[in-house]
């Protein structure tokens, strides 16, 4: 090492290093580390503090950009951007605004507050005979962020004929998700089950009745105590 500081060009000024010189000199500061300790960052765990004049390892900033709360255009960006990314990191997704969090090798949006949402609106319908009938609807509108929804509905007709059977059903988006008969005069309740509604999608509940067994019609006042539908949307 001495001979490479020791062979300078005479023409060189004295303030001048040599190519050479400089390469010595860096490898003389790299191979001491009380002057520039190597910084290395193992997953997971605190990224350490950097001091001036330290050398970071090309680890680092791999560990940096996991810890990043990045921005995706959307959710199709996010998964062809980054298909592996480390459980506990975050993301925005910008054509939604949602912010998202990695678990158990999935995303889980993090929602601005974790609030129930109680929807109602009452029933009623008349002269309901062998054919399905509406009897009522919630309509949820988007959200930007997944929901856990809980749909469930109470009905009563007017009628109290035993031999007069009617039935009670609860759609989602005009699928049949829960339902039960009764003889005239008896009240149902239906109950879920939980649905999970994505992120950016509306959907509609309603309940349909009809007389499945005797002959006749029965009406269903529009009385909020008996007749009702419901959701419980958690947010």
């Given amino acids: 090492m001495a001979d490479v500081f020791e062979a300078r060009p005479a023409a060189l000024p004295a303030d001048r290093l040599t190519p050479d010189e400089v390469e010595a ?30 050398v970071i390892a090309s680890v680092w900033g791999n560990a940096i950009r ?14 062809t951007s980054w298909p592996a990314p480390p459980n506990g990191a975050h993301c925005v997704t910008v054509d939604t605004g949602t912010l998202w969090q990695r678990g158990t090798s999935a995303w889980f949006a993090i929602r601005p507050s974790q609030a129930v949402t ?73 109950v879920g089950p939980w649905r999970s509604l994505a992120a950016n999608v509306a959907v509609t509940y309603d309940v349909r009745a009809m007389v499945t067994a005797g002959t006749g019609v029965i009406s269903f006042p529009g009385d909020p105590t008996w007749n009702r539908i419901y959701t419980l949307a958690f947010n």
């Fill in 66 to 79: 996991d810890r990043v709360v990045h921005r995706f255009a959307s959710v199709a960006d996010r998964d």
């Fill in 118 to 190: 109680e929807t109602s609106n009452v029933l009623g319908g008349t002269n309901v005979a062998g054919t399905e009938v509406v009897l009522g609807s919630i309509t949820l509108a988007a959200a930007s962020w997944p929901r856990q929804v809980l749909p469930m509905c109470r009905a009563m007709p007017n009628e109290s004929d035993p031999a007069r059977v009617w039935q009670c059903r609860l759609y989602e988006a005009g699928a049949v998700i829960g339902g039960a008969r009764a003889a005239g005069g008896t009240s149902l309740t239906i």
């Fill in 25 to 54: 000199l860096r490898a003389l500061l790299y191979a001491r580390d009380d002057v520039a300790p190597t910084i290395v960052v193992n997953e997971p765990g605190w990224v350490p503090t950097v001091a001036a004049g330290e």
